[in-house]
């Protein structure tokens, strides 16, 4: 079980504070509680114009269902968008083989593999709008399902479900998708809570398990042709669907704020040699440098963050929190500035922080 909050950690939450209050000061942001609420979202973008949203598979629903079409209603500007692993989507701008306006990451540290001239400076700022958590969802069609449903109801332990003979569990690949990191952070997190040596790979196997990993573009089957009985994911993608999920404890679910010490104890290391570490779930948004429509970009964001945006995200199953910044705050566009609360990780002028989390 877990003790109290490591003193290092209360450190580094005094600085965070103060890190805030530094912010407002420095770059006006206007961290009212009432301001957030005062404001609408305006158009200043020419109607008829067209941007391209590149986000997270697991953000679909919002963009498609939600901010696509009223930003169409209100501002006659016509939402094009690309879903994709968040992971691989960043690689792809990186490469150049993904143009977009807009993208918006499933985890808000992935933009940073876009900072800074070694990373073809894509990103200079984000926000990180929503939170999230890890659930285990799965299909009434399950033969384990009876099992899955004690589990649900905490009259077996979830892990020894899903280390039943038989039992396939999928989960994304972790070199490209969040979600796939966040599934071996759970089990990682998990036999530290539960002091169970071995957990982690008998839930999982190794990292890149075929048996486990599901395949894009559906995410129906695993690599190796196996439909699985439950699935690592999103809260929120569970409550869209309509599926039932198992509730982790919050000691490895990832949604936690006062956790993050532990989290952060969890890592992975992809294949492009980028190491992520276990942290609270935050969903972002961001221009990319070099877009040709930046004012309607910028709308659009306005749009996300605002009180009409916010109840958008709420309504789709995502956590709430106080709108963050990150990377280079004064490179924010002053329409966004009044929605800031608070610094994520840091406020600074440039990122500098090294390739990794």
């Known amino acids: 079980m877990l003790g109290g909050v490591e003193p290092t950690y209360r450190r580094r939450l005094w600085l965070a504070v103060a890190s805030i209050a530094m912010a407002g000061a420095l770059f006006g942001f206007g961290f009212l509680p009432s301001a957030r609420a005062a404001l609408d979202p305006t158009c200043a973008a020419d109607a008829g114009s067209t941007i391209n949203v590149l986000h997270a598979g697991s953000l679909t629903s919002l963009v498609r269902l939600g901010l696509a079409p009223d930003f169409d209603a209100e501002c006659g500007v016509t939402v094009t968008d690309q879903s994709g692993p968040a992971v691989q989507l960043a690689e792809e701008i990186k ?197 040709a429509n930046a004012q309607a970009d910028t709308d659009f964001v306005r749009l996300l963050v605002s009180p009409q945006g916010h109840q958008l995200v709420l309504s789709d199953g995502f956590l709430d929190t ?9 490179a924010v566009p002053p329409e966004l500035r009044p929605y800031i609360r608070g610094c994520f990780d840091r406020c600074g002028r440039r990122w500098g922080g090294r390739h990794s989390r």
């Open 95 to 291: 490469a150049g083989s993904l143009t977009g306006d807009v993208y918006m990451s499933a985890d808000a540290h992935v933009n940073k593999t876009l900072m800074g001239p070694s990373n073809g400076d894509w990103v200079h700022w984000f926000l990180a709008f929503a939170r999230n958590q890890e659930v285990i969802s799965y299909t009434p069609q399950s033969p384990f399902f009876a099992e899955l449903e004690e589990a649900r109801l905490g009259e077996i332990p979830w892990y020894k479900v899903l280390m039943e003979p038989g039992f396939v569990l999928g989960r994304t690949d972790p070199n490209t998708d969040p979600g796939g990191y966040y599934a071996l952070f759970v089990a990682q997190l998990a036999q530290r809570y539960y002091g169970i040596p071995g957990l982690e790979q008998r839930l999982l196997g190794s990292d890149e398990n075929p048996a486990q990993v599901l395949t894009p573009p559906a995410f129906t089957t695993t690599e190796t042709g196996a439909t699985p009985d439950a699935t690592f994911g999103y809260l929120s993608s569970a409550i869209y669907s309509g599926s039932p999920y198992i509730a982790l404890p919050s000691e490895s679910n990832l949604s936690d704020l006062n956790l993050a010490w532990f989290y952060h104890r969890a890592s992975y290391t992809n294949n492009e040699g980028v190491t992520f570490h276990g942290d609270p779930i935050y969903d972002s948004v961001t221009v990319l440098d070099r877009s």
């Open 322 to 330: 106080p709108l963050l910044v990150g990377g280079d705050v004064s």
